[in-house]
């Protein structure tokens, strides 16, 4: 827990100063180009953008620590919905949910905002997750049926080329081969979203939609399912118990299935499990390049735009996120594995 506390201080510093050094000026993008002076002045004081970097930092550190401090005021108390632990003078020690500011683009709370496109995100990680893990099995069981033949062979180069190549140049191949030149065979489409309107028939899930980016974006975890499951399959098939169950007369897909696969599955099982921290991060270029409604597509804009608290937003959610699945991989080890102790 401490080190991933540290994790996300380390992102926060990183991304606030890596953003900092961009050219522009947000609160022309709050007030407009024509506001006047006075409004211009309130604004820079309200982002504590008149301060030193440093304290700037604290500053938005303070707005995103659940336990901070605030001058005890009306204002203050709408803006973050704080509970009051200790009053210290004119301050106060308060609990409350990470504030993470509003959008200098919208002036949208950028929680809301994150809330609202996460959805279609884990929708495309899920559904990249199955796909990987129900072809990755499948082809790692069957090379490892008939290791050294041309099956195997096949499966093993495809799946090194699935590692190779990068999400993103995958994903416009897939775009372009299916979504445009064989859509007419296909019957898919370049963009779209997991839920669409008909104005006769109203809201309307497409999973179709769903099906090209969540396929791009799930190539490399499935090419490593792939190898891992073949390595395990082999490693658990040379093992003299199943040589005493094919002894007993078991069919071979009862050996397979029943005793093999089984024990063979431990490292696919907390491979897939860290994958689905980094699927949520790879998402990003997969939902821009499939103009997918996603944590991706609002962060990427965010950045074209540059709206600090969007994109400081968006990268410690993401970066919460894989320290969240992280944490639950490594109690998922001590279930695999009674060898391994949470301390």
Same mark, same amino acid.
Do not use: C
């Given at each position: 827990m401490g080190h991933g506390l540290l994790i996300l201080l380390g992102v926060l510093v990183a991304v606030f100063f890596l953003f900092n050094v961009l050219p522009g000026d947000p609160v022309a993008l709050l007030a407009g180009q024509r506001s006047d002076l006075s409004t211009r002045d309130a604004i820079t004081k309200e982002l504590g953008l008149d301060k030193p970097l440093p304290a700037q930092l604290l500053y938005y550190v303070n707005d995103v620590s659940p336990l901070s401090v605030h *001058?005890?005021? *009306?204002?203050?108390?709408?803006?973050?919905?704080?509970?009051?632990? $200790? @009053?210290?003078?004119?301050?106060? $020690?308060? &609990?409350?949910?990470?504030?993470?500011?509003? %959008?200098?683009?919208?002036?949208? @709370?950028?929680?809301?905002?994150?809330?609202?496109?996460?959805? +279609?995100?884990? &929708?495309?990680?899920?559904?990249?997750?199955?796909?990987?893990?129900?072809?990755?099995?499948?082809?790692? =069981?069957?090379?490892?049926?008939?290791?050294? %033949?041309t099956l195997d062979h096949a499966l093993v180069t495809t799946s090194v080329l699935g590692i190779s190549v990068p999400s993103f140049v995958a994903a416009i191949l897939i775009a372009i081969t299916f979504g445009f030149y064989w859509s007419h065979w296909t019957g898919l489409s370049l963009t779209g979203q997991l839920y669409e309107i008909d104005p006769f028939e109203g809201r309307q899930l497409m999973l179709r939609n769903l099906l090209l980016p969540a396929v791009a974006l799930g190539i490399r975890p499935l090419a490593v399912i792939v190898q891992l499951t073949r390595s395990s399959? #082999?490693?658990?098939?040379?093992?003299?118990?199943?040589?005493?169950?094919?002894?007993? +007369?078991? /069919?071979?897909?009862?050996?397979?299935?029943?005793?093999?696969?089984?024990?063979?599955?431990?490292?696919? =099982?907390?491979?897939?499990?860290?994958?689905?921290?980094? #699927?949520?991060?790879?998402?990003?270029?997969? *939902?821009?390049?499939? /103009? &997918?409604? +996603?944590?991706?597509?609002?962060?990427?804009?965010? =950045?074209? /735009?540059?709206?600090?608290?969007?994109?400081?937003?968006?990268?410690?959610?993401?970066?919460?996120?894989?320290?969240?699945?992280?944490?639950?991989?490594?109690?998922?080890?001590?279930?695999?594995?009674?060898?391994?102790?949470?301390d």
């Amino acid at each position: 827990m401490g080190h991933g506390l540290l994790i996300l201080l380390g992102v926060l510093v990183a991304v606030f100063f890596l953003f900092n050094v961009l050219p522009g000026d947000p609160v022309a993008l709050l007030a407009g180009q024509r506001s006047d002076l006075s409004t211009r002045d309130a604004i820079t004081k309200e982002l504590g953008l008149d301060k030193p970097l440093p304290a700037q930092l604290l500053y938005y550190v303070n707005d995103v620590s659940p336990l901070s401090v605030h *001058e005890a005021t *009306e204002a203050n108390q709408q803006k973050y919905d704080y509970t009051t632990l $200790v @009053n210290v003078g004119n301050d106060v $020690v308060v &609990w409350k949910m990470p504030y993470l500011r509003r %959008s200098f683009q919208s002036n949208k @709370n950028v929680t809301d905002i994150l809330l609202d496109h996460f959805p +279609g995100t884990l &929708w495309l990680a899920v559904a990249a997750m199955i796909i990987a893990l129900v072809l990755g099995i499948l082809f790692g =069981v069957l090379a490892s049926l008939r290791p050294h %033949s041309t099956l195997d062979h096949a499966l093993v180069t495809t799946s090194v080329l699935g590692i190779s190549v990068p999400s993103f140049v995958a994903a416009i191949l897939i775009a372009i081969t299916f979504g445009f030149y064989w859509s007419h065979w296909t019957g898919l489409s370049l963009t779209g979203q997991l839920y669409e309107i008909d104005p006769f028939e109203g809201r309307q899930l497409m999973l179709r939609n769903l099906l090209l980016p969540a396929v791009a974006l799930g190539i490399r975890p499935l090419a490593v399912i792939v190898q891992l499951t073949r390595s395990s399959m #082999l490693d658990v098939m040379s093992q003299d118990y199943i040589r005493t169950a094919k002894a007993k +007369g078991l /069919n071979q897909r009862r050996v397979i299935v029943g005793h093999a696969l089984k024990n063979a599955l431990n490292p696919v =099982v907390t491979a897939a499990s860290g994958w689905m921290a980094s #699927l949520m991060a790879g998402a990003f270029f997969i *939902e821009y390049i499939f /103009n &997918w409604k +996603g944590l991706g597509a609002v962060t990427i804009q965010a =950045v074209q /735009n540059l709206d600090f608290p969007l994109v400081m937003g968006a990268t410690l959610f993401v970066a919460f996120l894989f320290v969240l699945i992280n944490i639950f991989v490594d109690l998922l080890y001590t279930l695999l594995d009674p060898r391994v102790k949470l301390d």
